[in-house]
Each structure stands twice: as structure tokens, then as C-alpha cells.
């Protein structure tokens, strides 16, 4: 079992930055890949970006360099540094993690994959 806690979501101006935390607690053997997912109003949930128990990482095409994922192993925590934020990224962010590596590689996670784990979510607003 795998609880899931984000923060660290708000409020803020386009251009501006944020970054959002996931604390993981339980198992440590089912976090084989973890990523950073986003569901904005009336559309459909979309990856942001996934880091595998090697610390590989992929992103999203979207991400175009402006979303950096990283982690502190001892802290057990996943961050998601996001800046130059536009308000299409207005959205529900959700920290999650898979038992199996090969998700990190599989391109499912881009497109509404289900990830073993999911915490409940932080949101972010960006405002024009």
C-alpha cells in the first residue's frame, strides 16, 4: 500500500512559478514509476511527466522545458517544479505511482493511464 500527498498548489499570475510536492509513505517496492498528472475542467486527465526508480525522467511534449521533476529519495518526496506557467495549465494536479517501471517507458502514462497510486490532488490556477 502507497499513500500520496500533494501540496504546495495555488494561485498565480502567468510567467509565475510554482512548485508542487508529493510525500509518499508505505511501501517502498510498489513506487517503481512515478509521475505528475494534470485534469483540467471538462477535459481529460493528461501526463505531465514520470521519473522511474532510476531516475530516468520523461515529460510531456507540452512541458517544453518549462517543468522540472525531481526527488529526495530520503525524504520520499517527488516534486514538480513548474515556471513561465500559462493558464492552460490551470488544472488539478495529481501525484501517482505504478508498481511496474515499464509505464515510465510505455508512453500509456501520457494519455488517462491508471496508475496503481494516486494521491488526491492540488490545484493550480494560472491567471492571464
Known amino acids: 500500500q502507497l499513500d500520496l500527498v500533494e501540496s504546495g498548489g495555488g494561485s498565480v499570475q502567468a510567467g509565475g512559478s510554482l512548485r508542487l510536492s508529493c510525500v509518499a509513505s508505505?511501501?517502498?517496492?510498489?513506487?517503481?514509476?512515478m509521475g505528475w498528472f494534470r485534469q483540467a475542467p471538462g477535459k481529460e486527465r493528461e501526463g505531465v511527466g514520470v521519473i522511474d526508480n532510476q531516475g530516468t525522467i520523461n515529460y510531456a511534449d507540452f512541458v517544453k522545458g518549462r517543468f522540472t521533476i525531481s526527488q529526495d529519495n530520503a525524504k520520499r518526496t517527488l516534486y514538480l517544479q513548474m515556471n513561465n506557467l500559462k493558464p492552460e495549465d490551470s488544472a488539478m494536479y495529481y501525484c501517482?505511482?505504478?508498481?511496474?517501471?515499464?509505464?515510465?517507458?510505455?508512453?500509456?502514462?501520457?494519455?488517462?493511464?491508471?496508475?496503481?497510486?494516486w494521491g488526491i490532488g492540488t490545484l493550480v490556477t494560472i491567471s492571464s
Open positions: 508505505g511501501s517502498r517496492y510498489v513506487s517503481n514509476c
Open positions: 501517482a505511482a505504478d508498481r511496474s517501471r515499464s509505464v515510465c517507458y510505455s508512453g500509456a502514462w501520457l494519455q488517462s493511464y491508471d496508475m496503481d497510486y
